[in-house]
């Protein structure tokens, strides 16, 4: 429902209805303002005020211009914030704090990683027994007196030959095993977080199979 506030009396009056105008009995010369309108203007020249103004009041003269600190509309925000406080304000300054936080992190991070790193004795026992496991799989898969023993001189010789031939390459934050193999260095154990990942026996079975020839019978 619309509603209009009126100059009367050089104050400003209302908010009102278009009934409650009619009540009021305003005159055209009455100033009226509502939300949508630009500025005051005469009640004569609203649309919607014409049917309630009182018969015997006709539009001879302009109405007067009301005083210029009523003639803003009631709900336009008015600026009273002094100059020199304006002038006073600052853009705030970005923290620091974030990145900082994140540098401390990934030190922290390379910290661990530094201290926890394998070094050779472990990758050398990893590989050892994968060898060894792989070895006596493919010797002795039956098990038995005879297998067991061979298993403690297959790792015997597994471990002298590795200790040999295995190097370790340390980064820092992980360590490498390789082992030269046809004039190549090829990897064959990860170690991170004091663990060691090495090759699986069974790929290095299929490998000695390759090389080994086995009579199936």
């Given at each position: 429902?619309?509603?209009?506030?009126?100059?009367?009396?050089?104050?400003?009056?209302?908010?009102?209805?278009?009934?409650?105008?009619?009540?009021?009995?305003?005159?055209?010369?009455?100033?009226?303002w509502?939300?949508?309108?630009?500025?005051?203007?005469?009640?004569?020249?609203?649309?919607?005020?014409?049917?309630?103004i009182?018969?015997?009041?006709?539009?001879?003269?302009?109405?007067?211009?009301?005083?210029?600190?009523?003639?803003?509309?009631?709900?336009?925000p008015?600026?009273?914030?002094p100059?020199?406080?304006?002038?006073?304000?600052?853009?705030?300054?970005?923290?620091?704090?974030?990145?900082?936080?994140?540098?401390?992190?990934?030190?922290?991070?390379?910290?661990?990683?530094?201290?926890?790193?394998?070094?050779?004795?472990?990758h050398?026992?990893?590989?050892?027994?994968?060898?060894?496991?792989?070895?006596?799989?493919?010797?002795?898969?039956?098990?038995?007196?005879?297998?067991?023993?061979?298993?403690?001189?297959?790792?015997?010789?597994?471990?002298?030959?590795?200790?040999?031939?295995?190097?370790?390459?340390?980064?820092?934050?992980?360590?490498?095993?390789?082992?030269?193999?046809?004039?190549?260095?090829?990897?064959?154990?990860?170690?991170?977080?004091?663990?060691?990942?090495?090759?699986?026996?069974?790929?290095?079975?299929?490998?000695?199979?390759?090389?080994?020839?086995?009579?199936d019978?």
């Amino acid at each position: 429902m619309v509603q209009f506030y009126i100059y009367q009396d050089e104050e400003k009056k209302g908010p009102y209805t278009v009934e409650e105008l009619k009540d009021r009995g305003i005159t055209s010369e009455i100033l009226v303002w509502t939300k949508g309108m630009a500025q005051w203007q005469p009640a004569w020249q609203v649309g919607d005020l014409k049917p309630v103004i009182k018969k015997d009041a006709t539009p001879n003269t302009p109405p007067p211009v009301p005083p210029k600190e009523t003639a803003i509309p009631p709900e336009e925000p008015i600026d009273v914030m002094p100059q020199e406080k304006k002038e006073e304000e600052k853009p705030k300054k970005k923290s620091h704090w974030g990145c900082l936080i994140a540098l401390l992190i990934f030190v922290l991070i390379i910290v661990v990683l530094a201290v926890s790193c394998p070094k050779d004795d472990k990758h050398k026992e990893v590989v050892s027994k994968e060898v060894s496991t792989a070895v006596n799989n493919v010797i002795s898969p039956s098990g038995g007196i005879l297998g067991a023993v061979t298993n403690i001189i297959t790792s015997g010789v597994v471990n002298i030959a590795t200790n040999q031939i295995l190097t370790v390459d340390n980064y820092v934050v992980c360590s490498i095993g390789k082992i030269n193999y046809k004039g190549k260095n090829r990897a064959v154990s990860l170690g991170i977080l004091g663990n060691v990942y090495s090759i699986d026996s069974k790929v290095i079975e299929e490998k000695i199979k390759e090389y080994i020839p086995l009579d199936d019978d």
